[in-house]
């Protein structure tokens, strides 16, 4: 079985300040990981994605993750926040389950930028 | 662009009601699936499919089922709604491959009354 916690459910922070958003997963299996953005009243998109190799992968907007697999976690970063910043923020892993593969997300974070 | 339609953005029902979500992807995925989405629970997968016909439980399938006759199409079913099931729902596809995004759509919010 799959689980993804996101340990901090909302993370307040200034304009300009640097931002961590935290996932740990759990799995019996290899994963793939994956933070998706979820801007106000817009659909999910993907900020970035680990398949393997390098352990600090970089995505859109500045964002920046990193995969630590003896600590089971994949942090989200960005050095410097805007105020455009402010949205929700999943975590996820994709693995193989019965019948083929599926993705579980966490119960999401919302970031927002204070000016 | 692949483009994921869920049939209405704004859908209210009665309890005992049977609903239909519908949702088409355009890319020819073989994956696709429905979430529901409710405020500090996150995602949660309520079915997945990955094949024409097939159909798998995702971790909350209570009170829902699904039918994919057709590649493009995966629609998800209230047989009796009930007021607990009032949530945003997204569909979402993907190819084949384990390492790909999911692509969503704009999601459709069901109140039941």
């Known amino acids: 079985a799959q689980s993804v916690t996101q340990l901090d459910s909302q993370v307040p922070v200034f304009e300009e300040a640097p931002v961590e958003l935290r996932c740990n997963y759990s799995s019996s299996v290899s994963v793939y990981l994956f933070w998706y953005v979820q801007y106000p009243n817009q659909g999910l998109q993907l900020l970035l994605k680990?398949?393997?190799?390098?352990?600090l992968v970089k995505g859109i907007n500045g964002f920046e993750a990193e995969f630590n697999k003896s600590q089971t976690s994949f942090h989200l970063r960005k050095p410097s926040v805007h105020i455009s910043d402010t949205a929700e923020y999943f975590c996820?892993?994709?693995?193989?389950?019965?019948?083929?593969?599926?993705?579980?997300f966490g119960a999401g974070t919302r970031l927002f930028v204070k000016a | 662009d692949v483009k994921v339609t869920q049939s209405s953005r704004y859908l209210v029902k009665r309890t005992g009601e049977k609903v239909f979500l519908e949702c088409v992807q355009d890319?020819?995925?073989?994956?696709m699936f429905w979430y529901r989405q409710d405020p500090g629970l996150g995602l949660r997968l309520i079915y997945f499919s990955y094949d024409v016909k097939m159909k798998e439980k995702g971790d909350i399938p209570e009170g829902y089922s699904v039918s994919r006759e057709k590649k493009e199409r995966f629609s998800l079913i209230l047989e009796s709604a009930s007021t607990n099931q009032t949530s945003m729902y997204l569909c979402?596809?993907?190819?084949?491959?384990?390492?790909?995004?999911?692509?969503f759509g704009s999601g459709t919010q069901l109140s039941v009354l």
């Open positions: 996820a892993v994709s693995g193989f389950a019965t019948g083929g593969f599926k993705t579980i």
């Open positions: 890319m020819d995925h073989e994956n």
């Open positions: 680990y398949l393997s190799g390098s352990t």
């Open positions: 979402a596809s993907s190819p084949r491959r384990l390492n790909e995004k999911l692509f």
